[in-house]
C-alpha cells in the first residue's frame, strides 16, 4: 500500500511537469494553430541557464531564476522572429519541420558550447522532503506541483477573464477576422511565444533538481507532454494537466510492475490507443473543416 | 533525364517520346552500373556511394508521403530500421537466403506502415507528427532492450549479402538498379489514378473527398508505400554495411532523412536523389565544423523552410517555368462529352428526397426538420438570408456534414451514411461557395481527378465499414491507353464550360471567373446525375453571370439536374424551375418561382417586417 502511493506521489509529481510543458504546447496552439516541436527545448535552455547562473557565476538561486525567466522571455520574442514569423503565411508543415530545425539547432548548440557532461543543479531547498507513514513527499515535487496549479489558475483567469486573453483566442480561431476587428496579430502571437517560452524555462527550473540536465532533457519532456496533450484534448488547457498526470502517473506504474527499460514506451502506448478509440482525446471536440 | 519529355501531356506523340525517355533512362542506369563496376574504386568512396544509394530509396519514399500526398512522416529511419534488422538477422540468426530476408524486411515494413497510417490518418497533421516519432521512440527502445533478439546496442554483425553479389562492386551495382527502378517508379506513380489522388488530397483534402477520392485510403496506400520503401532502402543498406546497430535508425536520421527530401525538394524524384546525394557528401565537406556541425544543420532546416520551400528541385523548375513561358494547349479534336449517365426526360420523377433532415452544433439548429424533393431534368435553387442554413444543407446533402436526424434517399436508395467519396461514385457532383481546386495541379489533371471515378456503383449500404474493392484507389486501372481517354473526357468537359484552352496551364494562374468554370467542369467530368452548385454566381461579373446562366441552360438541355444556391434572384428567377425557401434553418416556403417570390413569409425574411404589430424580430440580414 506505502508502496503504491509512493508510486502515486511519484507519478503526480513527473506528469506534473509533463503538464507544465503541456501547458505551454496548448497556448502556441491555440494562437497560431500550430505545435511548437521545440517547446522542450524552452525548458533544457532554462535548466542550462540555472546551471550557468546559480553554479558556474554563483549568483544567488532566486536571482538566477529572475535572470533565466527574463532571458527566456526575450528567446521566445527570438524564436517567433526567426522560426515562426517568416513562415506564419504557408501551411502547418513547413513551420513544424521548421521548429524540428530549431529543436536541433538549439540541443546541438548547447552541446557545443557546454559538453556532452550532464550537469546537477540543488534544490531551493535544504529540507529534502518529509515522510507521512511510509510515503516519501520529496519536496521539489511538491513545489513542481504548487507550481503547475498556480500557472493553470493564471492561465484560466488569463484566457477567460482578461481581454489580451481573449484577443489571443480571438487570433487563434480566425486571424484575418482578428485582424480586421482591430486585434494586432503578429504581436498577439509574439506575446504568447514570450509567455510560452517562459513556461517552458520555469519547467526547466523545476525539474532541473529532479533530473539530470542535459540537452536532450527538454525534447524527452517534450514528446510526453505532446502526448499528454492529445490525450488530455489537443489546446484544452484542463485536457493538458488531466493527460500530463495521468501520463505521469501509469508511466510510474508501468515502470514499478512492468518494466524499467521500457517506461518511456508506456506513454506512446497509452497515445495509441487513444487515437484509436477517442482521437480527439478526454476534453476534446471534434472540429472539421469548413466548407 | 529530361523532364518536359517525360510530362508530356500531348495526346499525340506522347506514347512514342516516352518510350524514347525510357530508353535513355534504362541507358542512364546501365551506364552508372558499367561505371562501378569498371573504375576502381577505394572502399571509403563505395561506402559512401552505397549509403547514397539506399538512403535515396528510403527519401523517395518520403517524396511519396510528403511531396505528393502532403502528409508528415517523421519514422522513416524506423522503416529503414525494420528493413535492415530483417536483413541482419534473417541472414545471421536465422540463416535466411538473403533475398528472403529482403522480402520479409520489405513486407514487415509495409505491414508497420500501413497499421501506422490506418490508426492516425484520419486525423492527419501534427497528430501524425506525434504518432511517428512515438513509433520512431518505442522502435529504437525494443532494438536497444530487446538484447536477446536483436543483441541489443552491439548490434548485429557479419550480415550476409546474396550468393553472386558478395563483392562490394557488383553489390553496389544492385543498390543502384534498384535505385533506378525506384525512381522510375515514383516517376510514374505521379500520372497514375492513384497518383493524381495522392495531389488533390494534398491540395485540397474537402474537395477530393468530394470528387470521389477516398483520401483517407489514399493517405493510408502513400504512407504504406513510403514504409515499404523505407525498408527496402533499409534491407539493401544492412547487406550493404554488413553491420547494423541501434543508433542507425534513430530519430536523428529520421531527421536527417525529412531534411534530404526537403532539401531536394520533394515535389519529384530528382530532388530525393539530389537532397540525399548533397547530406551525404555535406559531412565530408564540412569537417571542419566539427561539433557544431549538427547545430549548423539545424540552421539549414529553418533557412531552406524560410527561403527554399520547395527545394532544389523545385526552385529550378520554377526558374525552368519562367523562362518558357506556357505554351496555348491545342487539345486537337474534341469528341462532345455525354454530361450525364441520364438522358433528358421532364417526366417529374425524383431523384433526391430529403425527410425530416437537421443538423444541430450544440443548440444551434442550422438545419431544422428539413423536407425537400429534387425532380429530375429540373433546376431546382435553394434561397435564403445568410446564415439560414443552405451551406450546411448542402454540406449534409452532400456527406461533409453528418446530419443529427434525418433520411437523405438518392433515386430512392438511402445514402444518408455514405462518406462523399461514394456519394460522388453515385452521381452527386458540386462546387463550392469558395472555390477549393487543387492548386498545384494543372487545369487538366484539376478536371481528371474529377472524371476518374468509377461508373455507378450498386448501393450497398450494408457494405458500411466494410472496404468496397471498386473505391479503393488502384495502381494500375486506367493508365496508359485508359488514361488517354480520361484525357479527352477532362478535356470535352473543359470545352464544354469554354476553357479547354487552358487545360496545360497551372490552376492557380487562372482568373476567378475560370476558376469557377474549372470547378464546375471537375463536377461535370465525374458524370454526375444531380449536380450541386454553392453560389456559382459569387464574385462574376454580370458578363460573366450571363455566360453562366447560359451554361446551366445548357446542362439542363443535357438532362442534368441542378441543385443551386445563390443570392442572385434575377439570376435565380432566370434559371429555377423550383424555388425552395429557408430561414433560421427551417424551410419556409417551395414551389415555383413565381408562387414563392410572392410568399409574405419570403417577402418578410428578405425584407423585413413592414407592420410592427406583427414583428416577429426575424429581421432582414
Given at each position: ?14 506528469g ?38 546559480a ?10 531564476i ?6 527566456l ?59 507521512i ?58 506575446i ?13 527550473i ?9 540537452v ?22 484542463t485536457?493538458?494537466?488531466v ?49 | ?31 552508372a ?7 576502381p ?60 530476408a ?37 522502435l ?35 543498390c ?18 492513384l ?21 483517407y ?24 554495411f ?8 534513430s ?8 531534411t ?42 529553418i ?38 449517365r ?56 452532400n ?111 487562372l ?58 434572384m ?7 424551375d ?44
Open positions: 500500500m506505502g508502496f503504491n502511493l509512493q508510486l502515486l506521489f511519484t507519478g503526480i509529481g513527473v506534473s511537469i509533463y503538464a507544465l510543458v503541456a501547458l505551454g504546447f496548448a497556448l502556441i496552439y491555440r494562437a497560431t494553430n500550430v505545435v511548437n516541436f521545440a517547446q522542450g527545448d524552452f525548458a533544457m535552455l532554462g535548466a542550462f541557464a540555472m546551471v550557468v547562473l553554479i558556474d557565476l554563483e549568483l544567488p538561486y532566486w536571482l538566477s529572475l535572470i533565466t525567466l527574463v532571458l522571455v526575450g528567446f521566445g520574442a527570438l524564436f517567433n522572429l526567426g522560426v515562426y514569423y517568416p513562415l506564419r503565411n504557408r501551411s502547418f508543415l513547413p513551420v513544424i519541420i521548421s521548429t524540428i530545425g530549431a529543436s536541433i539547432l538549439l540541443e546541438n548548440g548547447v552541446l557545443a558550447a557546454y559538453g556532452p557532461r550532464p550537469q546537477s543543479l540543488d534544490s531551493l531547498f535544504a529540507v529534502p522532503g518529509f515522510s507513514g511510509d510515503v516519501f513527499f520529496d519536496s521539489q515535487y511538491i513545489v513542481i506541483l504548487v507550481v503547475t496549479i498556480v500557472m493553470v489558475a493564471l492561465q484560466y483567469v488569463f484566457f477567460e477573464r482578461t481581454l489580451i486573453g481573449k484577443k489571443m483566442q480571438a487570433t487563434s480561431q480566425d486571424k484575418e477576422m482578428a485582424s480586421l476587428l482591430g486585434i494586432p496579430v503578429m504581436l498577439t502571437i509574439m504568447t511565444f514570450m509567455y510560452s517560452a517562459m513556461l517552458g524555462g520555469l519547467a526547466g523545476l525539474v532541473a533538481p529532479v533530473l539530470f540536465v542535459t536532450g532533457m527538454g525534447s524527452s519532456i517534450a514528446l510526453k507532454a505532446f502526448a499528454a496533450s492529445i490525450i488530455g484534448g489537443f489546446g484544452d488547457v485536457g493538458a494537466i493527460g500530463g498526470l495521468a501520463l505521469g502517473v501509469i508511466e510510474t506504474f508501468g515502470a514499478a510492475y512492468v518494466s524499467v527499460p521500457y517506461k518511456d514506451a508506456f506513454a506512446f502506448l497509452v497515445l495509441f490507443g487513444f487515437l484509436l478509440v477517442r482521437p480527439q482525446g478526454i476534453f476534446g471536440e471534434r472540429i472539421s473543416e469548413k466548407a | 533525364m529530361s523532364a518536359s519529355a517525360l510530362s508530356g501531356k500531348t495526346p499525340r506523340g506522347a506514347a512514342g517520346r516516352r518510350g524514347l525517355a525510357l530508353g535513355l533512362y534504362v541507358a542512364a542506369a546501365l551506364a552500373i558499367a561505371a562501378v563496376l569498371v573504375i574504386l577505394s572502399a571509403y568512396s563505395l561506402n559512401l556511394l552505397m549509403q547514397a544509394a539506399t538512403y535515396a530509396i528510403a527519401v523517395l519514399g518520403l517524396t511519396i508521403v510528403l511531396g505528393y500526398t502532403g502528409q508528415i512522416n517523421l519514422a522513416q529511419a524506423a522503416f529503414f530500421g525494420l528493413g535492415a534488422y530483417s536483413v541482419a538477422l534473417g541472414t545471421t540468426a536465422f540463416a535466411l537466403p538473403f533475398w528472403i529482403l522480402a520479409i524486411g520489405v513486407l514487415i515494413a509495409a505491414g508497420a506502415g500501413a497499421v501506422l497510417g490506418l490508426t492516425s490518418l484520419r486525423l492527419g497533421g501534427h497528430y501524425l507528427a506525434m504518432v511517428t516519432i512515438s513509433f520512431q521512440t518505442i529504437t527502445l525494443v532494438l536497444t532492450n530487446w538484447v536477446a533478439f536483436t543483441r541489443g546496442p552491439d548490434g548485429v554483425p557479419n550480415i550476409r549479402r546474396p550468393v553472386l553479389l558478395a563483392e562490394s562492386g557488383p553489390y553496389l551495382g544492385l543502384i538498379a534498384a535505385l533506378f527502378a525506384v525512381a522510375w517508379f515514383v516517376w510514374r506513380l505521379k500520372t497514375t489514378k497518383g493524381r489522388a495522392m495531389q488533390a488530397v494534398r491540395d485540397n483534402e474537402l474537395a477530393a473527398n468530394v470528387v470521389g477520392v477516398d483520401a485510403a489514399t493517405k493510408v496506400a502513400a504512407f504504406t508505400l513510403s514504409a515499404l520503401l523505407g525498408g527496402f532502402g533499409g534491407a539493401l543498406f544492412a547487406g550493404g554488413a553491420y547494423v546497430s541501434p543508433d542507425q535508425f530519430f536523428a536520421e529520421s531527421v536527417v532523412f525529412l534530404m527530401v526537403l532539401l531536394g525538394g520533394a515535389a519529384a524524384p530528382p530532388g530525393a536523389v539530389l537532397g540525399t546525394g548533397l547530406l551525404i557528401l555535406l559531412p565530408e565537406w564540412l569537417r571542419f565544423l566539427k561539433v557544431i556541425y549538427l547545430a549548423v544543420y539545424g540552421g539549414a532546416v533557412l531552406i523552410m524560410v527561403f527554399m520551400p520547395d527545394g532544389i528541385w523545385g526552385y529550378a523548375m520554377t526558374l525552368w517555368h519562367k523562362l518558357r513561358p506556357e505554351r496555348p494547349f491545342d487539345p486537337g479534336f474534341i469528341a462532345p462529352l455525354a454530361l450525364t441520364e438522358t433528358a426526360r421532364e417526366d417529374g420523377s425524383v431523384i433526391l428526397s430529403v425527410h425530416g433532415l437537421s443538423k444541430h452544433f450544440g443548440g444551434l439548429k442550422a438545419v431544422d426538420e428539413i423536407d425537400l424533393t429534387i425532380c429530375r431534368n429540373t433546376v431546382h435553387a435553394l434561397i435564403g438570408p445568410n446564415g439560414s442554413g443552405k451551406t450546411t444543407l448542402l454540406n449534409a446533402l456527406g461533409i456534414v453528418r446530419p443529427t436526424g434525418g433520411i437523405i434517399k438518392l433515386e430512392g436508395v438511402d445514402v444518408t451514411r455514405l462518406p462523399p467519396h461514394r456519394r460522388a461514385g453515385l452521381g452527386l457532383g458540386r462546387t463550392f461557395q469558395n472555390i477549393r481546386l487543387f492548386g498545384a495541379m494543372s487545369v487538366l489533371d484539376n478536371v481528371m481527378v474529377g472524371a476518374e471515378q468509377p461508373h455507378p456503383l450498386p448501393t450497398l449500404p450494408r457494405e458500411r465499414g466494410r472496404v468496397n474493392r471498386n473505391t479503393l484507389p488502384r495502381l494500375r486501372g486506367r493508365v496508359g491507353k485508359g488514361a488517354g481517354g480520361l484525357e479527352r473526357h477532362a478535356l470535352a468537359a473543359l470545352d464544354f464550360v469554354g476553357i479547354a484552352a487552358r487545360a496545360g496551364a497551372r490552376v492557380g494562374s482568373s476567378y471567373g475560370h476558376q469557377r468554370l474549372v470547378e464546375i467542369a471537375r463536377a461535370l467530368a465525374g458524370r454526375p446525375k444531380l449536380l450541386f452548385l454553392d453560389e456559382p454566381g459569387a464574385g462574376l461579373n454580370h458578363v460573366e453571370k450571363d455566360e453562366l446562366v447560359r451554361l446551366l441552360k445548357r446542362l439542363k438541355g443535357h438532362g442534368l439536374t441542378i441543385f443551386i444556391i445563390d443570392h442572385d434575377a439570376m435565380v428567377e432566370q434559371v429555377a423550383h424555388i425552395t425557401v429557408l430561414n433560421f434553418g427551417k424551410r419556409i416556403a417551395d414551389g415555383t418561382p413565381s408562387e414563392v417570390l410572392r410568399h409574405p413569409e419570403v417577402i418578410v425574411a428578405y425584407l423585413g417586417e413592414e407592420r410592427p404589430a406583427l414583428s416577429r424580430s426575424h429581421g432582414a440580414s
